[in-house]
């Protein structure tokens, strides 16, 4: 299983980017996918997750803001995230979860946001 995250980048306050990350997988029924972000000394923290039959989740600080989606073939996850604030300056990673007899998770690499005040 692969994940690519991309779409990182130096961005103004109020400004908007969306993140894809694509996955590459050759089994396993899929369970949901989701980003994490995590800012420098500080913990990974959930931003959103959307399960296998598109329920969403996000956190309570991107809520309004941030939207979660994947295209039809489930592989891509995006992340679309609009008014951004100096706070949402964190590396994004992207994750998915699959059923493979237990429940695994794996990781993409992390992609940086940078939001400029």
């Known amino acids: 299983v692969q994940l690519q995250a991309s779409g990182g980048g130096l961005v103004q306050a109020g400004g908007s980017l969306k993140l894809p990350c694509a996955v590459s997988?050759?089994?396993?029924?899929?369970?949901?996918m989701g980003w994490y972000r995590q800012a420098p000394g500080k913990q990974r923290d959930l931003v959103a997750r959307?399960?296998?039959?598109?329920?969403?989740v996000y956190a309570d600080s991107v809520k309004g803001r941030f939207t979660i989606s994947t295209d039809n073939a489930k592989t891509t996850v995006y992340l679309q995230m609009n008014s951004l604030k100096p706070e949402d300056t964190s590396v994004y990673y992207c994750?998915?979860?699959?059923?493979?007899?237990?429940?695994?998770?794996?990781w993409g690499q992390g992609t940086l946001v940078t939001v400029s005040s």
């Open positions: 994750y998915i979860d699959l059923r493979r007899g237990a429940i695994i998770r794996y």
């Open positions: 997988k050759n089994s396993g029924s899929l369970v949901a």
């Open positions: 959307i399960s296998s039959g598109g329920a969403t």
